[in-house]
RNA sequence: CGGGGCGUGGCUCAGCCUGGUAGAGCGCCUGGUUCGGGACCAGGAGGUCGAAGGUUCGAAUCCUUCCGCCCCGACCA
């Protein structure tokens, strides 16, 4: 009996990352090129289903995609105050090319905001010119100290949605639309569930007016900020000069947002599922969903099964795993690894039955169903199973989210929390939006991940800080 | 930048202390027997031991310098 090569979750739970994610064949570090990382076919696949889901609603919503360039002057960044003061210590910069020094170097993008600003004001002039709704799918490339796979990489993957308005209202429209569409990506598709709400000043965007996010617990109870949406308000316009005539006939600055998802919603999507057998994908965005393991033992049942498990996989769009010289055992584990949803198998004691043994992935729970109900079987299974890793995700955060009446309270609960030991917990507190109140938590290492934009507990009360009376209490956790 | 670990066939590592013909397991190739949860037997291919310099008759092993990667912290999607 081989050993199993995932480190269980309860042992150090980002080792048991690192395990699924190279097992599940999603990636590799690139261990070439300092905290890069080889994204392969599995991983992809993911990232190209939910390019495609959140793709589909940029468009539906009216956006159009953009292509800016990779290399931004440097000049560019120090435009804009806060900005280039948030990005200016991650940034890679090119200081020579074609074998000569360049009189201004480029920055390689940490983020297109700069540029597009530019070009933003090149393409605005009138009213009737906004609103601007720009999509990019592009690479990005921020030199963090501390790298993983996924969650925060040297370079990147996102897609940056970039608008102009000629209102801050419009403005403040876009970015709660976008919140809410990522929100619905991340439940309905990654059965992730998250909490929409607002950053606090300390936490929000270099140089935006105020930051929203999508907040996700993942299994060991860190929280993942999984997507963000900015109000800019003005403050690129006047940086990059994006000036407008209104319909009254008046120059002003437009009112912009900027927005993201990454790659790094694969992290979370396996840190909200998996187990210590290795990836769980939930089937919507499973790059296969089903698998057919025909079993033999003699020749002349070869061609029987073979055939049948054909024909049955040609109906149904599932992947027969035909490959000679590995045993049947083999083969599911190493679907099971990859975060199947859902694995078949076909033997002689099938044939004669009329029957086909179907294995879930999530419950590992193994049925066997009549050939003639299969296809209709492998729908439900699928759908069962999408909502039942959503219901569990749900259920998990509601479990692990607790109230906290005093700073001190706060720090108990998540004071020895960490990545490795887990042990994390949403605390839903009463904290002042005031740099004081950040500071206090980052002296043990807990962030207020956002202020949510419903309040599912009982209202106002007094900041644990400042003592003064807030509107409601926010989630403070540990976060990646 | 601080702390820790590691560079030896594709992968995981042993060998280094005490210098003397480069090893194991897994994987890969060939053939055969197997096949309902990680099969077995036989044969085979594959390595300038991270780099440079030094000590030595002789260096994976000792000395010096450099490079890289991973993990943990501070920074961050």
Same mark, same amino acid.
């Given at each position: 009996m081989a050993q199993s090569p995932i480190t269980p979750r309860l042992a150090d739970f980002a080792a048991w990352y690192q395990d699924v994610v190279l097992q599940g064949d999603l990636a590799e570090p690139a261990?070439?090129?300092?905290?890069c990382m080889v994204i392969k076919p599995n991983g992809y696949a993911i990232w190209e289903l939910l390019q495609r889901e959140l793709d589909n609603r940029f468009k539906a919503t009216g956006h159009k995609n953009m292509y800016f360039p990779l290399l931004i002057p440097q000049s560019f960044l120090k435009k804009e105050a806060e900005h280039v003061e948030g990005f200016s210590p991650e940034l890679a910069v090119v200081t020579i090319a074609g074998g000569k020094e360049l009189e201004e170097p480029y920055v390689i993008r940490p983020t297109s905001e700069t540029i597009i600003g530019h070009f933003f004001a090149k393409w605005i002039q009138s009213w009737r010119d906004l609103p601007m709704l720009v999509n990019q799918w592009a690479n990005v490339v921020r030199w963090e100290l501390r790298t993983r796979m996924? =969650? /925060?990489?040297t370079e990147f993957l996102w897609q940056e949605g970039h608008t102009a308005h000629a209102t801050h209202e419009e403005a403040q429209e876009e970015v709660l639309r976008i919140l809410d569409m990522y929100a619905e990506v991340a439940e309905d598709v990654m059965a992730m569930p998250v909490i929409k709400g607002m950053k606090t000043q300390s936490e929000?965007? #270099?140089? #935006? =007016?105020r930051s929203y996010s999508i907040e996700a617990m993942m299994q060991n109870g860190l929280a993942l900020q999984a997507g963000t949406s900015h109000d800019l308000g003005q403050n690129f316009g006047k940086a990059f000069d994006v000036k407008f005539q209104n319909k009254e006939g008046q120059l002003d600055y437009v009112w912009q947002t900027s927005w993201g998802v990454s790659t790094r919603l694969i992290g979370g999507l396996v840190m909200s599922h998996s187990d210590d057998k290795g990836l769980v994908i939930p089937p919507k965005l499973a790059p296969v969903k089903s698998v057919l393991v025909p079993i033999y033992r003699k020749d002349e049942e070869k061609g029987a099964v073979l055939e049948a498990a054909h024909r049955m996989a040609k109906d149904i769009g599932a992947e027969v795993?035909? /490959?000679?010289?590995?045993s049947p055992g083999a083969k599911f584990f190493h679907w099971e690894r990859r975060g199947v949803p859902i694995v078949l198998e076909l033997g002689p004691r099938d044939l004669a039955s009329g029957g086909i043994v179907l294995k879930r992935r999530d419950t590992g729970a193994k049925e066997s169903v009549p050939q003639s109900e299969l296809k209709a079987c492998v729908e439900t299974v699928l759908q069962t199973i999408q909502q039942d890793l959503y219901a569990a995700a749900k259920q998990r955060l509601k479990d692990n989210t607790v109230v906290a009446n005093s700073i001190e309270a706060v720090e108990l609960i998540l004071g020895d929390v960490t990545a490795e030991k887990g042990g994390g917990k949403f605390v839903m507190a009463h904290l002042k939006d005031d740099p004081a109140c950040d500071a206090k938590l980052k002296t043990f290492k807990a962030t207020v991940r956002c202020i949510p934009q419903l309040d599912e507990y009982d209202g106002s009360g007094k900041c644990l800080v400042t003592g003064e009376t807030v509107e409601r209490r926010v989630v403070v956790a540990k976060a990646y």
């Open positions: 261990e070439i090129v300092k905290g996924f =969650l /925060r990489t929000k965007f #270099a140089g #935006a =007016l795993d035909d /490959r000679e010289g590995q």
